[in-house]
T-cell receptor
Framework: QKEVEQNSGPLSVPEGAIASLNCTYSDRGSQSFFWYRQYSGKSPELIMFIYSNGDKEDGRFTAQLNKASQYVSLLIRDSQPSDSATYLCAVVTGANSKLTFGKGITLSVRP | SAVISQKPSRDICQRGTSLTIQCQVDSQVTMMFWYRQQPGQSLTLIATANQGSEATYESGFVIDKFPISRPNLTFSTLTVSNMSPEDSSIYLC?????????????????FGPGTRLLVL
């Protein structure tokens, strides 16, 4: 059973702070890792992806991947109230592009 | 990225009936996927729909309950058959298309707006 775990949350941070969202996965063969944001009543939208160990930055977002620890995280710098949403971690394993999603972490940014 | 539309956006149906959901994308894509998201839950993959072949269903989902068509590279349908209240959910289609993140390009999945289904 390939699992993606997002056990922390809900998360509340003040405006301007750094929000740290964590995700672990069970399948060592996992190849690509995605973070999606889902506003209430909306469909998931892609924030960023990562497939190499280390950090990857895109604007206020930084994804961090550690394949040895089977751990991927998303940092949101200078958090804004508009960042309040559920963040879904998703993992691709194998050649068929299937995504396995975690249950999500709900982030609330307090003005 | 890709622009994806779904019809209907929402529906209320009686148990025992069937509903067909349409998914249209603005460019030709090889892989399309159908997901279900039950209230307060994450996304669960129902099946993968590739043009020219039978859909591949995930464990717990069967063709008789969720028949899928993929007549061309821009369109797919999912039918929810013989509905029960347990089928009340959001149904989402997604497509695999090139995406860019941090200056790097990779095939990624983009989601349609979803179909909210309530079965009474």
């Amino acid at each position: 059973q390939k699992e993606v775990e997002q056990n922390s949350g809900p998360l509340s941070v003040p405006e301007g702070a750094i929000a740290s969202l964590n995700c672990t996965y069970s399948d060592r063969g996992s190849q690509s890792f995605f973070w999606y944001r889902q506003y209430s009543g909306k469909s998931p939208e892609l924030i960023m992806f990562i497939y190499s160990n280390g950090d990857k930055e895109d604007g206020r977002f930084t994804a961090q991947l550690n394949k040895a620890s089977q751990y991927v995280s998303l940092l949101i710098r200078d958090s804004q109230p508009s960042d309040s949403a559920t963040y879904l971690c998703a993992v691709v394993t194998g050649a068929n592009s299937k995504l396995t999603f975690g249950k999500g972490i709900t982030l609330s940014v307090r003005p | 990225s890709a622009v994806i539309s779904q019809k209907p956006s929402r529906d209320i149906c009686q148990r025992g009936t069937s509903l067909t959901i349409q998914c249209q994308v603005d460019s030709q894509v090889t892989m399309m996927f159908w997901y279900r998201q039950q209230p307060g839950q994450s996304l669960t993959l129902i099946a993968t729909a590739n043009q020219g072949s039978e859909a591949t269903y995930e464990s717990g989902f069967v063709i008789d309950k969720f028949p899928i068509s993929r007549p061309n590279l821009t369109f797919s349908t999912l039918t929810v058959s013989n509905m029960s209240p347990e089928d009340s959910s959001i149904y989402l289609c997604s497509v695999e298309a090139p995406g860019t993140s941090g200056g790097v390009s990779q095939e990624t999945q983009y989601f349609g707006p979803g179909t909210r289904l309530l079965v009474l």
